[in-house]
């Protein structure tokens, strides 16, 4: 008794491929990559002054072999993240340039111990499935940018991770320091710690690296998750349907780049869409129509029965305030209720510019509630409510039953002190605190309990050797 939440009837869909397979024919998409425009020429596509087109049929030779699931692992080698039917994970946005402040409440320049900060509270919520490359490290060389993220959350976490890389030649590295972390490159294929965002530039355009990017982790047989990015209104057709449609056509151009270098290798229909706003000129991930066109795609992706990502759980706001936790709380909803099976997002503010520890710990909260709602109504063996009324009759002294004991726990969600639910006599006495007073305490003490991985001095050694050597090109 799970509720699901639908955007569009099965014939829309069917409506919304078949323009899809129409525009990659006819109008084609751009291509930069000159390896990606050899796999697509030699499998019959015809590519005439850098735009590709292919037809209805060798995409669909290239969805047939595309992964129904997978799953991403653990640094024990335990599989946590499961990309596969309605499943739901969450992970922290990824690639902000700043963090929020939690003293100040000022937007500054992210460093390496913000992420570290941040790798930590993640690794310590079990709401968070897997971690992210969560911010940009301005401390750190720029040529090493992507690879540095990663290297310091290999070092502080054991969870999978949600990373990507943004040049051609930045993912050999990022691939090879994953490959120290699970022994060789054919253990990291065989059990997968990280999946790449590859991201797709609207309209219709795959750049040279994030095509090299596809067909490099293709034949890796590392996880590929294509972050479409249609911008209702602006790099994309103004109604929600037809950016449905463009991020379809983005995605089903990816698959199959991606099968043709290695048929077989896992990928995820994935996104992060956003409506343009006329009045501010700005991209709002908070919207509810930002929501709407995640929740659509991933009925398309599901549909062909393709593991779903998308963008949510983020806000606007600048600051941790109502209007973060009702874009964050809301979007968090529509996408667990639609089945994406990963959401990003949590702890973003801004336009996902910038991160906030304080956030990502409330938004653990919101995600629970998801979760909880998610799992639906359990039913008992016997009666619903016959049985229980037998044994208290109409005293109504349901607090002495045994089985309101056992199962309440099961029932309910119960929140970590983030939420008040205390009298308001209680509420004054503990110091009158908001819900961000109580989310820094809880952050504070999350760190206070986090304990670093024990990772040999062999790793650590082979990390270094990574970095030098992507430092020396």
């Known amino acids: ?95 902000a340039v700043n963090v929020l402040d939690p003293i100040t409440k000022e937007h500054r320049p992210s460093q390496s111990t913000d992420l570290i900060q941040i790798v930590k509270v993640a690794e310590m919520l079990p709401q968070i499935s897997a971690q992210s490359t969560a911010v940009v490290c301005h401390d750190s060389p720029e040529v090493i940018g992507d690879l540095y993220r990663l290297y310091l959350v290999l070092q502080y976490s054991n969870k999978p991770i949600v990373t990507g890389a943004f040049t051609a030649d930045g993912l050999k590295p990022m691939l090879n320091l994953l490959a120290v972390d699970a022994g060789s490159p054919e253990a990291l294929k065989k059990k997968p710690r990280a999946i790449f965002d590859v991201c797709p530039s609207p309209p219709l355009y795959w750049t040279d690296f994030a095509a090299r990017n596809l067909v ?88 062909l029965g393709l593991p779903t990502h998308g963008y949510m759980c983020a806000s606007d706001s600048k600051i941790v305030d109502a209007q973060a936790g009702l874009e964050s709380g809301m979007t968090a909803l529509i996408g667990s209720l639609a089945g994406v099976n990963m959401i990003s997002g949590a702890g973003m503010l801004d336009f996902l510019a910038c991160m906030s520890a304080e956030k990502l710990v409330i938004d653990a909260e919101a995600i629970a509630m998801t979760q909880r709602l998610a799992r639906g109504v359990t039913l008992p063996r016997d009666s619903l409510a016959l049985s229980t009324f037998a044994q208290t009759g109409l005293a109504g002294e349901f607090l002495k039953l045994q089985e ?70």
């Open 404 to 473: 309101t004991r056992k199962l309440f726990k099961e029932e309910q969600y119960l929140p970590s002190k983030v939420i008040d639910r205390n009298s308001i006599r209680a509420w004054e006495q503990s110091g009158k605190t908001d819900a961000f007073e109580r989310a820094h305490q809880r952050v504070e003490d999350l760190i206070d309990q986090y304990q670093q991985p024990e990772l040999s001095s062999h790793t650590l050694k082979e990390f270094e050797k990574v970095l030098d050597r992507a430092l020396q090109k």
């Open 216 to 303: 490099d982790l293709a034949r890796a047989g590392v996880p590929a998750e294509m972050v479409s990015m249609p911008l209702a209104g602006a790099t994309a057709p103004v109604t929600l349907i037809g950016s449905v449609v463009q991020h379809a056509a983005e995605c089903l151009a990816g698959i199959t780049i991606h099968q043709l270098a290695s048929p077989g290798a896992p990928i995820v229909w994935g996104g992060a869409p956003a409506i343009f706003d006329m009045r501010s000129g700005t991209t709002p991930l908070g919207a509810i129509e930002t929501a709407m066109i995640v929740a659509a795609y991933t009925q398309v992706g599901k549909s």
């Open 1 to 95: 008794m799970k509720p699901i939440l639908s955007i569009l009837p099965v014939d829309l869909i069917d409506r919304v491929l078949d323009e899809a397979f129409q525009l990659l024919n006819n109008l084609g998409f751009r291509l930069h990559d000159a390896e990606a425009a050899h796999l697509l020429v030699k499998a019959g596509a015809k590519i005439e002054a850098e735009v590709a087109h292919i037809s209805e049929d060798l995409i669909r030779r290239s969805l047939a072999s595309v992964p129904k699931k997978f799953e991403l692992f653990n640094r024990q080698g335990d599989p946590v993240v499961h990309y596969s039917g309605d499943e739901v994970q969450f992970d922290p946005g990824s690639c």
